[in-house]
């Protein structure tokens, strides 16, 4: 959240780009060497599924619109699909430490019965809440920072929330390479380290996201300090938000795994002038890759069709998969293939078996084609399409290769199985409503659009994680959050 990093790209420097830098900042209170404690792994196996605050609301957060987030989770259905999450962004606290104990102190007036109340009211729900903090002396909207902190604020935080962000002194970023050039020794990541450490001291498992927009090679190091981290800027409800961050996504896919997760940052479904088909590459490519989704707007604004794109069953299976938690990767999808950016063509791994995704990247409907052959673990068939948008096969078995219309900015998710071991009983990934399939849905063949079924409503999404008692997640910036039926919430960093 809050903030532009447009100039920050691959290494070092996180600095004074990031918000303002404060340069003269004494920090104390830091660990006398930079732990080394990884995260829980009692939370964060997949990714996060929830709801931010910030883009709906901003600095407006407060107790009343987050339990309305809750509840329209659940009325929704979105809590049936797997959604826990509901994450409260920056702002939420006085601008002051108590200085008795020095601990950050909810705005009495946005959350009259703290964090903690709130919590409460959120975990009644069946849900978790999660929170925002910083790894820098203040936050991007100058809330205290929890800088030289971490220790208070991560029991604070288990007692009923969290902390970390934007306002890194100088000193405390990175302009170089680090000796050893382990990224995990850099002034950056042992800033995150501050906070993992101080998290793994609570007895609560806690899920935490870094958020550091992709600086100082996070990725080689995230797994090491927390569950996910972000790997670029903030997000925007652009088309070309979407393409750039899927570019700068899939070069480092290899680093993901369970409890290891590239953060792309929030959903943008319900914001800006995005298309219905562009909503659903920004959704289904969040899956594929495997990011913590969190909806980013105020839900009840969201359309039924919004509502089916944000549900989609098989889509948050493959997401969700506890049994492969690699995210699809690109392929080169036939000899003729162009070779573009961002990758069109991608494949992967779930425990309904092998999925192909096709992104339409160009400005009109395209034909693509793949050929079965280039699909790693495939051959050449004779295979059964399961088209996972509309949640039902294609008519008939194909053999070499697969053609598909895709509209512009669309984009196209099978599941291919071979067709001696066709069933039709795919209940798992049947999507619950057809509403918006089949009015978006210009890709293959007919027989898909006319066979909604809509048994499934909980998916294998939802019962994985509800499975693992604890928290996830973070928010737009780093977080660390949690759950269970007596946590509490998570936090962010920036
Ligand atoms: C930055 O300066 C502060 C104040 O002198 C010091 O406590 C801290 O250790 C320094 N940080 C680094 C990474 O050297
Ligand atoms: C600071 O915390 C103490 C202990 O919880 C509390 O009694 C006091 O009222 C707090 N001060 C302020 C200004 O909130």
């Known amino acids: 959240m809050l903030f532009q990093t447009s100039s920050l790209v691959g290494l070092a420097f996180i600095s004074s780009v990031l918000c303002s830098s404060d340069a003269t900042t004494t920090v104390t209170g830091l660990a006398a060497s930079a732990p080394t404690a990884g995260p829980s792994k009692l939370t964060g196996s997949v990714p996060a599924l929830g709801w931010n605050g910030w883009n709906a609301y901003g600095c407006g957060i407060s107790a009343t619109n987050v339990l309305a987030a809750a509840n329209q989770m659940v009325s929704l259905g979105l809590q049936a699909a797997g959604y826990q999450y509901v994450n409260i962004d920056d702002c939420w606290a006085l601008t002051a430490r108590n200085t008795t104990t020095m601990t950050i102190t909810p705005d009495p007036s946005k959350f009259p019965k703290g964090i903690s109340g709130l919590a409460a009211d959120v975990h009644a729900l ?23 902190y971490e220790a208070i604020d991560a029991a604070t935080f288990s007692s009923w929330g969290i902390d970390y962000n934007c306002n890194v002194p100088s000193n405390w970023s990175d302009s170089s390479t680090p000796q050893d050039n382990d990224w995990y020794n850099s002034n950056s990541a042992i800033r995150y380290r501050q906070m993992a450490g101080a998290l793994a001291a609570q007895s609560r498992p806690i899920q935490f996201d870094l ?20 790997m670029a800027g903030d997000t925007s409800a652009t088309w070309s938000y ?80 506890a049994t492969y938690g690699a995210p699809a990767f690109p392929f080169t999808a036939s000899a003729s293939a162009p070779v573009t ?154």
Not at 126 to 148: H, M, N, Q, R, V
Not at 284 to 302: E, N
């Open 126 to 148: 069946g849900l978790k809440i999660g929170i925002y903090s910083d790894a820098g002396t203040e936050t991007c909207s100058g809330f205290p920072g929890s800088l030289g």
């Open 242 to 321: 979407i393409t750039s961050i899927i570019v700068s996504n899939v070069q480092y896919l290899s680093y993901e795994g369970f409890y290891a997760h590239n953060d792309m940052d929030m959903m943008e479904i319900g914001n800006g002038d995005l298309t219905i088909e562009e909503q659903r590459t920004h959704f289904a490519a969040w899956c594929f890759l495997k990011s913590p989704i969190l909806l980013g707007t105020d839900l009840s604004l969201l359309s039924a069709a919004q509502i089916a794109i944000v549900t989609n069953a098989g889509l948050l299976a493959f997401h969700q998969d």
């Open 211 to 230: 958020c550091i927009w992709g600086n100082a090679n996070v990725w080689t190091w995230g797994a090491r300090v927390g569950h996910s981290w972000r």
């Open 341 to 494: 950016s961002p990758p069109e063509y991608y494949s992967g791994q779930s425990s309904k078996g092998i999925h192909v995704f096709i992104i339409n990247i160009g400005d009109s409907a395209a034909s693509k084609t793949f050929s079965f052959a280039n699909v790693p673990s495939l051959g050449g068939g004779p295979y059964t399409v399961h088209d996972m948008w509309a949640g039902a096969d294609v008519s008939g078995t194909f053999t070499g290769s697969y053609t598909v219309t895709v509209a512009a900015h669309d984009s196209v998710a099978f599941l291919v199985k071979p067709s001696t071991a066709f069933t039709s009983t795919t209940s798992s990934v049947v999507t619950s409503t057809s509403s918006s399939t089949s009015s978006t849905q210009t890709s293959t063949t007919s027989s898909k659009s006319s066979t909604t079924s809509s048994t499934s409503t909980s998916t294998s999404a939802s019962a994985s994680s509800s499975a693992v008692a604890t928290v996830p997640e973070y928010g737009q910036c780093a977080g660390v959050g949690y759950t269970g039926s007596t946590g509490k919430f998570m936090t962010f960093f920036c």
